[in-house]
C-alpha cells in the first residue's frame, strides 16, 4: 500500500516538473514584462526629465479660454486640431493634439496662462507611450499580444503552483530560509522560492489586471460583465443613443470606436451618433470642450474630435484614482450632451476592475501605489534571474534539466490540475496541451524499449 508520504512526494514532484516547464517557456516575458513595467511605472517622471520644457509652466490660477489655445496651436501647426488635453494641475501646459497631413499626429504644447507655444513634440516617439507599447508588445501586432495573454496567464499558475512547493519546504529547512552562498544551486533556489512566496499575491494581482486588456480573456470578462448588468447601463450599449432621443443604428461590433483614450469599462462601446444632417457645421472642439466645461468635468480631462462624419465629441477624464473617472459625449452639431456618465454608473464588478487597473499602473494611492509596484517588479525581476540561476546551476551539460516525474500516476496527476488551473485562460489552456502533448512525446520516446 502506498503511503500518504510517497502520494505527496510524487505530487510534488509531478507539480514541480510542470512549474519548471511553464517557468522555462514564460520566464523571457515575465522579466520582459517586469522590466517594462518597471520603467512604465515612472512614465511622469520619465516624460518631465525628458520634455520638461514644454511640459512645466509657472503656476497661475488663471488660464485663458479654452477655444483660444486650440487656435493658437492650431495656427502654430498649421494643421486642425483633433484632441485637447486640459492641463491637470496650475504648472501644467496644455496639449492639443494635432493631425499632421500625412495623417501622422503631433502634440502642441501652450502655457494656459499666456498662450505662449512651448513647443511640438511627434506622438510616435513620446518615451512612455512607446514603452507601453512595449510592454504589451502591441508594437509587434495581435499574434504577440496573443503571447502575452498566454504567458499573462501562466503566471498565475506559476505563482500558485509555487507557493504550493514553497509551502512543502516547512518540513525541510524553513520556509523562509535562505542557504547556501552565491556559488552554489541552494543559495538561487531558496532565493527564488522566498522571492516567489512574498511576490506571488502581487503577481497574481498584476496578471489578473493585465489580462483585462487582453483581446480574449479581457474581451470574455468585459462582454460577460456588460451582459449581466456591471457595466456601463445598458441602454447605452442597446441603443446608443442620439441628442434628438431616438435609438441610433449604430451596432455594437465597435466599427465606430472612439479613438481617445478610454477606461476599461467602456472599451467597445459603441460611438453614439450625432443627430443631424452630416452636411450640417460642427461646433468644433473648442465648443464642445466648453460645454464639457460648462458640465463641470475636471482638470486634466481629453476631448477628442469625433471618429466618425456624424459622431460624437468625448471628453474623458481619467486620473490617478479610478473614483474620478467621468465620460461625457457631445452631439457635434448641435453641442447637446448625449451622454454623462461616470464610475457611479458602473456595476461593482466593473469599478473592482477599474480600481485594480489604476493600482497596477502604480496610480491609485500616489506614490504609495507608484512604488510598492515598483517593488513587486524589482522582486519579479530578482526571482526570474535566481530561477534562471538555480536551473543552470542543477542542469547537466546537453539536457534540459527536467524534474522526472516519481510516478505516472503522478504525472497524470500533474497534467490535470495544470489543464484545469488554466482552463479559465483560453489562451494559456491552448498553450498547456500544447507543452503536454511535447512533455507525453518526450516521457514516450524515453522509455519506449531499445530493438537494437
Wanted: with cysteine; proline share 5%.
Amino acid at each position: 500500500m502506498i503511503s500518504s508520504r510517497t502520494t505527496r512526494r510524487s505530487l510534488y514532484q509531478a507539480i514541480w516538473r510542470w512549474h519548471f516547464l511553464a517557468g522555462l517557456l514564460t520566464l523571457p516575458f515575465l522579466l520582459w514584462l517586469a522590466i517594462t513595467g518597471s520603467i512604465y511605472l515612472f512614465e511622469d517622471e520619465i516624460e518631465f526629465a525628458l520634455h520638461g520644457p514644454v511640459l512645466k509652466v509657472p503656476a497661475t490660477p488663471d488660464r485663458l479660454p479654452t477655444g483660444q489655445l486650440i487656435e493658437t496651436a492650431e495656427n502654430y501647426s498649421g494643421h486642425p486640431a483633433k484632441a485637447f488635453l486640459s492641463p491637470s494641475a496650475a504648472d501644467r501646459s496644455a496639449e492639443i493634439l494635432v493631425a499632421g497631413a500625412d495623417g501622422a499626429g503631433a502634440s502642441v504644447f501652450i502655457d494656459p496662462g499666456t498662450g505662449k507655444v512651448l513647443g511640438m513634440l511627434d506622438g510616435d516617439w513620446r518615451v512612455a507611450q512607446f514603452v507601453r507599447s512595449l510592454h504589451g508588445l502591441a508594437l509587434f501586432g495581435p499574434i504577440a499580444n496573443g503571447v502575452i495573454e498566454a504567458v499573462a496567464g501562466w503566471v498565475v499558475i506559476l505563482c500558485s503552483t509555487g507557493l504550493y512547493l514553497w509551502w512543502q519546504r516547512r518540513e525541510a529547512g524553513g520556509l523562509f530560509a535562505i542557504r547556501g552562498s552565491l556559488r552554489s544551486r541552494r543559495f538561487w533556489r531558496d532565493l527564488h522560492a522566498v522571492l516567489g512566496a512574498g511576490v506571488a499575491i502581487f503577481g497574481i494581482f498584476l496578471a489578473i489586471t493585465g489580462l483585462m486588456w487582453s483581446g480574449v480573456w479581457g474581451s470574455w470578462v468585459h462582454n460577460s460583465l456588460r451582459a449581466i448588468g456591471q457595466g456601463v447601463p445598458s441602454v447605452i450599449w442597446d441603443a446608443p443613443p442620439t441628442s434628438d432621443g431616438k435609438p441610433s443604428a449604430q451596432t455594437t461590433d465597435g466599427s465606430h470606436q472612439h479613438p481617445g483614450e478610454l477606461s476599461w469599462t467602456v472599451r467597445g462601446m459603441p460611438e453614439p451618433r450625432s443627430a443631424g444632417n452630416i452636411r450640417q457645421v460642427s461646433i468644433g472642439l473648442a465648443e464642445a470642450a466648453r460645454v464639457a466645461e460648462l458640465q463641470g468635468i475636471s482638470d486634466g480631462y481629453r476631448i477628442d474630435a469625433p471618429g466618425a462624419p456624424d459622431g460624437i465629441f468625448a471628453a474623458t477624464n481619467i486620473p490617478d484614482k479610478a473614483a474620478g473617472i467621468r465620460v461625457i459625449q457631445i452631439n457635434q452639431f448641435s453641442g447637446e450632451v448625449v451622454n454623462d456618465f461616470s464610475f457611479s454608473d458602473y456595476g461593482d464588478a466593473s469599478q473592482a476592475i477599474e480600481w485594480g487597473v489604476s493600482l497596477h499602473m502604480g496610480k491609485e494611492y500616489g506614490r504609495f501605489s507608484q512604488w510598492l509596484m515598483f517593488f513587486a517588479c524589482l522582486t519579479l525581476i530578482g526571482l526570474t534571474i535566481a530561477a534562471i540561476m538555480s536551473w543552470m546551476m542543477r542542469r547537466k551539460r546537453g539536457e534540459l534539466g527536467t524534474p522526472p516525474y516519481a510516478s505516472k500516476r503522478a504525472g497524470k496527476v500533474g497534467v490535470l490540475v495544470i489543464l484545469l488551473g488554466t482552463l479559465t485562460f483560453p489562451l494559456t489552456a491552448l498553450s498547456a496541451i500544447i507543452l503536454a502533448g511535447i512533455d507525453w512525446a518526450l516521457q514516450a520516446r524515453r522509455t519506449r524499449p531499445s530493438t537494437a
